[in-house]
């Protein structure tokens, strides 16, 4: 049937077009910043840990769309289950009904956390966030939510509210009232419990700004302090969850039963997306007290079709692929091969993380000819050493990583969970090549490092 609509024949007419359309309607500096680290390639298909670009060249993916291709880019199976779904004319969003579909990915999700009850369905992880902020206030009649340093919770005014990094919120006060407490401190938690007013504390088990997470044990201990005091536990797994850490949510490693749980990003399958918060039976009991208050949180979009099928159809590929346990076995390997070299590369300074979340930090070198350029790349803006290793991966090796926040020497890896020991291999011999340039103190490498100085200091 001739719809007058071709997909196939517009993404043709207009090829190549992506960056000047976003530039001219969309985020100006997007394609700004993409053009000045030479990440400005135009990718035309994508499969399981790879992109390609019009030639045929493949390019590595160790950022997996910041988690969100957890079980590989376009995996069969779940585009199976999504051809499947508009195949069935399903009667879809309602409203006022009850989807099978939702009931089924919820039933998926409750059995990897058995001792929560009930699920709310969004859109996003920063959706997910904010039930978490509402069902935790409402349930316990308090108005505090405590959060950590550092932490990114999503940018939505109230997930801002506890985010911990002063970039994304200078402007966009007043939010809502907050407190921030350092990671892992349990005297700054028992002193702010004391002080009254708390309804939760929401806390990422790794956060994804660094790579950090809290001392073995902390979660467990932060969990009996809060029930002491009337107050919950929420475990932010938006981006740790569904297998990232060797374990299907990354909470699992302190022994420790969240009150809430926030899922998204990997849940999606890399399709559809879709958030889940998941939390206690007399919590959704408390929010959803009565008939009156059956909307009271609730979202148009929110347990569609396409995005529970995308979730059912990811949590099965997990399952027959065994991606979490790989997602341990080669999470470790990987991180063991770096730590490896903190004695071969003095700028290499520490490897953390867990399963195939990894973050390597840089630090201040010892011999002389190298600090000088270290303290000229810190003074006009930390960070730009980790820059400066990003960039030759992609554009010498076509490996895709990031810098893991603003103003940190920490690179991290988000490689999607079906990775091998090719993929491995393929990364260090890469990080290797350019390591060595990097510690001869000259070359190509370092006259990017002064461009990047210069581009600092006129924005500064």
Request: proline share 4%.
């Amino acid at each position: 049937m001739d719809t007058g609509f071709d997909l196939g024949r517009l993404l043709g007419e207009r090829a190549g077009e992506g960056h000047r359309l976003q530039g001219r309607m969309l985020n100006p500096q997007l394609p700004r910043m993409l053009h000045a680290i030479g990440f400005d390639r135009t990718y035309t298909r994508a499969e399981g840990a790879y992109l390609y670009d019009a030639e045929g060249n493949d390019y590595l993916d160790f950022l997996a769309g910041f988690g969100v291709h957890g079980v590989g880019h376009n995996h069969p199976v779940v585009r199976s289950a999504l051809h499947q779904v508009l195949d069935a004319d399903l009667a879809d969003m309602v409203q006022f009904d009850s989807p099978l579909l939702a009931g089924l990915l919820a039933e998926k999700l409750l059995a990897r956390a058995p001792h929560l009850d009930r699920v709310y369905f969004g859109n996003s992880g920063t959706e997910a966030v904010e039930a978490a902020i509402k069902f935790a206030r409402y349930a316990t009649g308090r108005p505090r939510i405590l959060y950590c340093d550092h932490a990114f919770h999503g940018l939505t005014t109230g997930s801002l509210s506890v985010n911990g990094a002063a970039e994304f919120r200078d402007g966009f006060e007043p939010l809502l009232p907050d407190t921030r407490i350092p990671l892992g401190d349990l005297d700054a938690l028992e002193a702010e419990l004391r002080r009254g007013g708390v309804a939760a504390l929401l806390i990422e088990p790794i956060q994804g700004k660094g790579v950090h997470q809290p001392p073995a044990g902390f979660l467990r201990a932060a969990h009996d302090l809060l029930k002491d005091h009337g107050a919950l536990l929420i475990c932010d797994e938006v981006q740790t969850g569904v297998g990232r850490t060797g374990r299907f949510f990354a909470y699992e490693y302190d022994d420790v039963q969240p009150d809430i749980v926030t899922v998204a990003k990997a849940l999606s399958g890399g399709f559809v997306p879709v958030g889940a918060t998941l939390a206690k039976d007399w919590i959704f009991e408390k929010v959803y007290s009565s008939m009156d208050r059956v909307l009271v949180h609730d979202s148009t979009f929110g347990s569609n079709a396409m995005a529970m099928a995308a979730g059912l159809a990811t949590l099965q590929v997990m399952e027959d692929e065994k991606l979490v346990e790989n997602a341990e076995r080669i999470g470790t390997l990987l991180r063991e091969q770096l730590a490896e070299r903190l004695e071969r590369y003095e700028m290499l300074a520490e490897v953390r993380g867990r399963g195939l979340m990894i973050g390597f930090e840089f630090g201040k070198p010892r011999s002389l000819k190298l600090k000088a350029g270290w303290n000229t790349l810190q003074a006009a803006r930390k960070g730009l050493f980790a820059q400066m290793v990003v960039v030759p991966l992609f554009q010498r090796h076509r490996i895709l990583t990031q810098v893991s926040g603003d103003h940190i020497d920490v690179i991290k890896l988000l490689p999607p969970l079906t990775i091998g020991e090719v993929e491995v291999e393929r990364f260090l011999a890469a990080f290797d090549d350019v390591m060595r340039d990097a510690h001869k103190g000259t070359g190509l490498m370092w006259d990017f490092g002064r461009t990047l100085v210069t581009q600092a200091v006129r924005r500064g």
